[in-house]
């Protein structure tokens, strides 16, 4: 039967860890992004020339950290979805090593 396992349990420790910490980051930049805050400005992806022929610039920016908010939150469950890879990794090794003793 072929195993599952693809990755030992030091590895998989890394990715469950990096993966909490990449869905805490991405979940909280996406609220503040949602909450279209002024911090963030240097983060919309916006030109000079885009707001200048524009006639409702502010719709148009809060668009755009809208964007990138949803951005940030598909990104933090992607990390999600490698954090259950990496938790299903640990689970195998565990088993793994109580099978072999």
Do not use: H
Request: proline share 6%.
């Amino acid at each position: 039967m072929p195993s599952l396992l693809f990755c030992g349990p030091k590895m998989a420790a890394c990715g469950i860890v990096l993966s909490i910490w990449g869905v805490i980051m991405l979940v909280m930049l996406g609220i503040f992004f949602s909450a279209k805050s002024a911090v963030l400005i240097e983060d919309v992806p916006f030109t000079e020339e885009d707001i200048r022929n524009d006639p409702n610039p502010p719709q148009t920016i809060y668009g755009l950290y809208n964007q990138v908010g949803i951005n940030c939150f598909i990104a933090a469950a992607i990390y999600v979805a490698v954090g259950a890879v990496s938790l299903l990794q640990f689970r195998l090794n565990k088993r793994q090593e109580y099978m072999v003793q």
